[in-house]
């Protein structure tokens, strides 16, 4: 059976990533403005609502301290595994609003969940003023878009493009949210199920404990993947990487914040001395990348996956005891 949910869970992902591709495409058209503004915030929302939604349930249940490790591992997830993995399907070339604006941006909120996060607590304030910085910044990214270049050249969103209709292009968005979210939770439910039969000989506890760091951390960014991998195989490159620069914003931004509005969110001290460090470094990692040369290809790529392997074999090694 857990096969089953595997194999479910995948083939819902995919239908919901080129659902959600489409609906931007179109609602890109309509609302005349960049693919790469609708990446960075319609489609970047709605592909961090699960965290969200975990993190703020978490604290009303009282773990709020569930939501810094949720974000921790989704932002180095969507730079050193999705990011890596979609332009080993297809490179992607950054363009200047992504280098001036989006990436400085999305290295400033890195840094101000660090400096926020060194006294081990976000509370109200800082949740209050993680939430208005995005506002704003969501506000005067809308205002300033402009649409400059046609939204692709995929055959299969001609209609998309020539003929947008602003409510069709809302129902494949939702479309894509819905198949995402419950693709990824099927996923999720087979792979548990596979990788336990897989591990039964170790002890439930150190089992479990690599089921979460690896299975679950890979299954809960399987939305971001594969809706970014469509939009790459599609040659949507700009709803791509706006996908995942802004789902590291507004996961920081939106789910650290408003979980800290709910209530204060305590931070271990080894996530601010290991994991931060990690996100911090996988972050101006990027920045380096574009600033050599504004084309992420395969090269880039594949240093930026075995950067994730990396990340995730050393968590594993110190489950284990090892290191």
Not at 154 to 177: H, V
Not at 245 to 253: D, E, M, P
Not at 313 to 323: D, E, F
Request: hydrophobic share 55%.
């Amino acid at each position: 059976m857990d096969y089953i949910w595997l194999i479910l869970g995948l083939g819902v992902l995919v239908f919901g990533g080129e659902y959600l591709v489409k609906g931007a495409v179109g609602f890109s058209s309509a609302m005349k403005m960049s693919p790469l503004v609708v990446g960075m915030t319609v489609v970047a929302f709605g592909t961090s609502a699960p965290e969200l939604l975990v993190s703020v349930t978490s604290a009303v249940q009282g773990n709020p301290e569930i939501a810094v490790g949720n974000v921790v591992g989704s932002n180095i997830a969507n730079i050193a595994l999705v990011l890596g993995v979609t332009v080993l399907i297809f490179p992607v070339i950054a363009d200047r609003n992504t280098k001036r604006i989006d990436l400085p941006m999305m290295v400033f909120t890195t840094f101000l969940f660090f400096l926020f996060g060194r006294d081990l607590e976000f509370d109200l304030f800082e949740g209050v003023v993680m939430v208005s910085i995005i506002v704003a910044f969501t506000y005067l990214l809308i205002r300033n878009a402009r649409r400059k270049n046609v939204v692709g050249e995929d055959d299969d969103f001609t209609e998309e493009m020539k003929n947008p209709s602003y409510w069709r292009s809302l129902f494949f968005l939702l479309l894509g949210f819905v198949g995402l979210y419950f693709g990824a939770e099927w996923f999720i439910k087979g792979a548990v199920g596979v990788a336990d039969e897989l591990l039964a000989d170790m002890e439930p506890g150190q089992r479990k404990s690599i089921i979460g760091v690896t299975v679950v951390a890979f299954g809960t960014s399987a939305p971001e993947l594969v809706a970014s991998c469509v939009a790459a195989y599609r040659k949507q490159t700009d709803i791509s990487i706006g996908n995942l620069i802004g789902s590291n914003i507004f996961n920081i931004l939106v789910v650290i914040g408003i979980t800290s509005i709910v209530t204060p969110i305590p931070v271990k001290r080894s996530v601010m001395t290991y994991d931060m460090i990690w996100v911090i470094g996988i972050a101006l990692m990027l920045v380096l990348m574009i600033a050599i040369g504004s084309k992420i290809g395969r090269i880039k790529g594949a240093i930026l996956l075995s950067t994730y392997v990396t990340y995730i074999t050393l968590i594993v090694l110190k489950v284990q005891g090892v290191i």
